[in-house]
């Protein structure tokens, strides 16, 4: 039994969701709350996800913002 699968056993998921909460709070700031400066874009739809990510993608780096980029493909 691995020790997430026997904290479940002892604790409610309440407990285990504090824990978490306060385990991000203290990353966060331990590395200067770095989700404040993040920018995200999510691009949606049926058609066109890729090559519009890969689009943006370049002219922000020809722009000279560092980027990064995730797709599934």
Do not use: D, W
Request: aromatic share 6%.
């Amino acid at each position: 039994m691995n020790f997430k699968a026997f904290l479940r056993k002892l604790v409610s998921q309440a407990v285990l969701n504090l824990y978490h909460l306060v385990g991000a709070m203290l990353a966060a700031t331990l590395y200067g709350l770095p989700g404040r400066s993040l920018r995200v874009f999510a691009i949606t739809g049926t058609n066109g996800k890729t090559t519009t990510s890969l689009l943006l993608h370049a002219i922000l780096r020809a722009a000279r913002h560092k980027t990064g980029l995730t797709s599934t493909v």
